[in-house]
């Protein structure tokens, strides 16, 4: 899985797998996270966030789990397809009234048919 | 809507040049952010805007410069390009309030030479 500070992790899944992409964070005064999508040569494309009042949030074929205890994150992808390959990256926002983001690294995820 | 768009797509500048990279938000959001992307890392903060008019540094704002004169509008400028700049461009653009989902522009890829 990813972190804030770790080089670019992969995963490789075979289609119709369910996959699992980790991301530990730092710092414990965040209360926002969310996931990307980043198809090669395009913008991340948000996928779903979860605040930090919750421990489990889950969207069309994706679930997100927080784990606030050990300062972890996940984001589950039901029944893979070739379309998921891509970047994923988690961010989080670290508190205060910018609303801005501190991004991990990234995980690629290659879906084999 | 068309969203965050962003001009140019690439753009190739040799040492010393400068330029000025426009993004366009066309869903009146209040919070724009102009980040760079790097092989194997993730997104890095440059500069920011929390509304028109105003602008701050992110992680990484040396050699960038920045202005918001219209809400919809955010200018990310070079004033003297480097090598070391060499890099993707993403803006994007978030509402504020409740929300904290960022929404990313397509990208400029820039090659100084």
């Known amino acids: 899985g990813e972190s804030v500070g770790l080089h670019l992790p992969t995963l490789s899944v075979q289609e119709g797998d369910n996959s699992i992409i980790n991301c530990a964070y730092s710092?414990?005064?965040?209360?926002?996270f969310i996931w990307y999508k980043q198809e090669s040569g395009k913008g991340p494309q948000f996928i779903i966030d979860?605040?930090?009042?919750?421990d489990k949030r889950q969207g069309q074929r994706v679930t997100v789990l927080l784990n606030k205890t050990v300062k972890h994150l996940s984001l589950q992808i039901a029944a893979t397809q070739p379309g998921d390959s891509a970047v994923y990256f988690c961010?989080?926002?670290?508190?205060?009234?910018?609303?801005?983001?501190?991004f991990g690294k990234g995980t690629l995820l290659t879906v084999n048919p | 809507n068309a969203g965050v768009t962003q001009t140019p797509k690439f753009r190739v500048l040799k040492t010393g040049q400068s330029m000025t990279l426009l993004c366009a938000q066309d869903?009146?959001?209040?919070?724009m952010y102009w980040y760079r992307q790097d092989p194997g890392m993730g997104l890095r903060l440059i500069h920011y805007?929390?509304?028109?008019?105003?602008?701050a540094k992110g992680e990484v704002p040396d050699g960038y410069n920045v202005s918001r004169l219209k809400k919809q509008n955010f200018l990310l400028g070079l004033e003297s390009a480097a090598p070391s700049q060499t890099s993707v461009y993403f803006c994007?653009?978030?509402?504020?309030?409740?929300?904290?989902?960022?929404?990313f522009g397509p990208g400029t890829r820039l090659t100084v030479t």
């Open positions: 979860i605040r930090s009042n919750m």
């Open positions: 869903m009146n959001h209040e919070y």
């Open positions: 805007s929390v509304g028109e008019g105003t602008t």
């Open positions: 961010a989080e926002n670290p508190g205060g009234s910018n609303y801005k983001l501190t």
């Open positions: 710092n414990s005064a965040s209360d926002y």
């Open positions: 994007a653009s978030t509402v504020g309030g409740h929300h904290y989902e960022q929404y």
